[in-house]
């Protein structure tokens, strides 16, 4: 059986992020088709953009407390600014250990229930 | 061209009181406001009826709670307005105030902000997010500590002292919520949060009032207040984030802009200000917003710190109340609170808190979205 999403309208079964780029140039993640953030145009002017997923580290953290019982700490926490532009936070694979700003980062997409999967960012191989 | 407040008449602080920030309690959020309040009015030597007008900065009270509020203090019928912009509710409030007395339509208005600690709601915009359910506002700031450490080469235990000078701001405060000293050891010793963040570098979770009263000079003479005590507000700037470079963080690019704005406004240069109030909910928010206002170049905050420049009787005292992290955030009122420190400061009566000299303060405010407020008072 394929394994589900946990946000199939964020990212793709090969950790490719589903971002969107406007007529103006500028590329944004997630995809919405609400209105650009620098020149306003939208609807059929914002089109998707599939992103690769790599891209360089400029902070990452390890949370030891988290309100969310069902959210287990530690884990680690990164800010990923996308080859494509976007800049994304999000949780990295290795849950207790912060990585040097400027690191090189790929999507990953892991297991994180019996039939769930999610995507996580890793160092590049 | 459109004007700034300083093209319209003067306007003053005349009057500022609190309800002390404190830890969650039984307390009604009618007494803490209605306490901050008379205590205004008795500073300002004001009657509740000769308010015009009132702005309540609040954001965790739900739909419309001030006139349940303000009838004790006697429903006169003045015209109420709630102001919610996250932490910069309080803020945004007294801008309102000012501007209201600034066109000319109150001579005398009301800004109070006021909280209890209920949960935050915010409606979905409908985009999701990769881990947003994860990031708490702590969670942002170590992300932040960590980027400034590495850039600037700073340790993790020079931008913790932030916290130890605010404690230390913060016992001298009776309207604090900590009022304790705390050694460098005590703050990284602390339970450890998110990285090197320890619960002493996060502000508290809290609930208070905070109140100020703003005068027009016809005002301040019609009613025979005490003009040698006014403080005048001789800036109000506010702007909101735009699209940045991947790697500039919006905190501190959206401070810079509007220091800018702020400072070009009232014709002050940064070494002018005696002293700041600024957002240092984490400790590393400190650092780089004095060197986003202009005290020093990026990265040069901690010297400063270390140096004691930031302290009461220092080069500027920044946040001499003890800021967001020892005089606490109760929401709406901190950006209330923050221009009662100023004014006190200003007139010369904190008393064991007193920076020397002080003739010149800017008020800081971030809140979530991301919006920036300054206010720049001056003592005439
Ligand atoms: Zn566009």
Redesign the pocket.
């Known amino acids: 059986m394929e394994p589900t999403l946990l946000k199939p309208t964020l990212y793709t079964a090969t950790g490719a992020l589903l971002g969107g780029r406007?007529?103006?140039?500028?590329v944004f993640f997630p995809m919405q088709t609400y209105g650009?953030?620098?020149?306003?145009?939208h609807g059929a002017?914002?089109q998707p953009m599939t992103l690769t997923g790599c891209g360089r580290l400029l902070s990452s953290t390890v949370v030891h407390l988290h309100a969310d019982k069902a959210r287990t700490a530690p884990f680690a926490i990164g800010k990923v600014a996308l080859d494509e532009g976007p800049v994304v936070r999000t949780l990295l694979v290795d849950p207790d250990r912060e990585i040097a700003p400027g690191t090189r980062m790929v999507s990953r997409i892991v297991p994180i229930g019996d039939s769930t999967v999610d995507l996580r960012f890793a160092l590049e191989d | 061209m459109a004007r700034t407040l300083k093209d319209l008449r003067p306007v003053y602080v005349v009057g500022v009181g609190w309800h002390r920030y404190q830890n969650p309690s039984d307390i009604s959020y009618v007494t803490l406001g209605v306490t901050a309040i008379r205590e205004a009015l008795a500073d300002a030597r004001l009657e509740w009826p000769s308010v015009e007008s009132a702005y309540i900065g609040t954001a965790l009270l739900g739909m419309a709670p001030g006139r349940p509020m303000l009838r004790h203090l006697g429903a006169t019928g003045l015209p109420i307005s709630h102001i919610e912009n996250a932490s910069a509710s309080g803020s945004t409030a007294f801008r309102q105030a000012c501007i209201e007395v600034a066109s000319g339509l109150s001579d005398v208005s009301l800004a109070v902000g006021v909280d209890k600690r209920n949960p935050v709601r915010r409606e979905s915009t409908g985009v999701d997010h990769l881990a947003e359910d994860a990031i708490a506002q702590f969670t942002h700031f170590s992300l932040l500590t960590n980027e400034y450490a590495h850039r600037h080469k700073v340790s993790f235990e020079d931008i913790a002292r932030v916290a130890v000078k605010n404690h230390r701001n913060g016992a001298k405060n009776k309207n604090a919520q900590r009022q304790r000293e705390r050694s460098l050891e005590e703050v990284l010793g602390g339970k450890k949060v998110a990285g090197s963040l320890t619960a002493l570098q996060c502000t508290p979770i809290g609930e208070g009032a905070a109140a100020a009263i703003i005068a027009s000079e016809d005002g301040i003479r019609r009613l025979g207040l005490d003009g040698g005590r006014a403080v005048r507000v001789v800036s109000s700037t506010a702007r909101s984030e735009r699209v940045y470079d991947a790697g500039l963080g919006f905190d501190a690019v959206l401070t810079k802009e509007t220091a800018a704005l702020a400072l070009a406004e009232a014709q002050i240069s940064p070494k002018e200000l005696d002293i700041i109030e600024l957002h240092d909910a984490f400790t590393v928010e400190e650092l780089h917003y004095i060197e986003n206002i202009g005290l020093c170049p990026e990265g040069h905050g901690v010297h400063l710190l270390k140096e004691g420049a930031l302290d009461i009787g220092g080069r500027c005292a920044v946040n001499p109340s003890g800021g967001l992290i020892a005089m606490g955030h109760p929401i709406g009122p901190t950006g209330v609170g923050q221009i009662g420190e100023i004014t006190t400061q200003l007139r010369g009566e904190a008393g064991a808190r007193q920076h020397p000299g002080a003739r010149t303060g800017l008020a800081h405010m971030v809140g979530v979205g991301a919006v920036c407020y300054m206010h720049l008072l001056q003592k005439p």
């Open positions: 406007c007529a103006c140039g500028h650009c953030e620098v020149c306003g145009r002017d914002l």
